[in-house]
């Protein structure tokens, strides 16, 4: 079965600091794309970046990176200079064949002022 | 940007009753909509996956009988409950693919909130 695993069910920074939060995945498949989402208490799903597996280069939006390792099926999120706005569950999905997308468990971030 | 607007935004409905939630793509075509249910605190776990014109493909475990969903149009897609009963409560959300951006065409709804009493 084709799954997405998020290992830090909570995880806490400083403001202004960075954290990386973890995604592994698991699929036989050679084409597919990754995501991680922003889910702010609104519940609204908000795309925070996204990654082609076929790309070598890592993704990056503003304060926002991904660390992809295609061998070790790693997709790691890197937010640089947090902000209290940054507090949210982040989920981590990947998309299989242009498909449906699959979602991890998800990290509550919480940034303390 | 894309918009997918997703009424109501919460409901609340008596044991047996059914409650239709809609899934409506404001700016663009959708010809493959997706539906998803998330308990408090946890993941959101794909019900269906609903394509204009054909029947939604249901995921393992979920009763296409009683979500039952409909996809008559290129830009509406919904999601009906029927006979809810208070297990059937939690927060559904739709997500609609647009193809005109790529990959990364997918755009959710603000979700629905339904209380079954």
């Known amino acids: 079965a084709q799954t997405v695993t998020q290992s830090q069910p909570e995880m806490s920074v400083q403001e202004a600091e960075t954290v990386t939060l973890s995604c592994t995945y698991d699929t036989s498949e050679s084409d597919y794309y990754l995501f991680w989402y922003k889910q702010p208490p609104s519940r609204q799903m908000i795309l925070v970046i996204r990654?082609?597996?076929?790309?070598?280069q890592n993704a990056t939006e503003n304060r926002f990176s991904v660390n992809f390792q295609k061998a070790a099926k790693s997709f790691s999120l890197k937010i640089s200079d947090s902000q209290l706005g940054d507090a949210a569950m982040y989920f981590c999905a990947y998309v299989l064949n242009n498909n449906d997308m699959r979602f991890g468990a998800g990290t509550r971030l919480t940034v303390k002022p | 940007g894309a918009v997918v607007s997703q009424h109501p935004s919460r409901v609340i409905c008596k044991s047996g009753t059914s409650v239709k939630i809609e899934c409506r793509s404001l700016d663009f075509q959708a010809t493959t909509m997706f539906w998803y249910r998330q308990f408090p605190k946890k993941s959101l776990m794909l019900m269906a996956t609903s394509n204009e014109g054909s029947k939604a493909t249901y995921e393992q475990g979920v009763e296409k009988d009683k979500f039952l969903i409909n996809h008559a149009s290129l830009t509406l897609s919904t999601l009906t409950v029927t006979s809810a009963h208070p297990e059937d409560s939690s927060f559904y959300i739709c997500?609609?693919?647009?193809w005109g951006q790529g990959i990364g065409g997918y755009t959710f709804g603000s979700g629905t909130r339904l209380t079954v009493v």
């Open positions: 990654q082609e597996a076929y790309k070598q």
């Open positions: 997500s609609a693919r647009d």
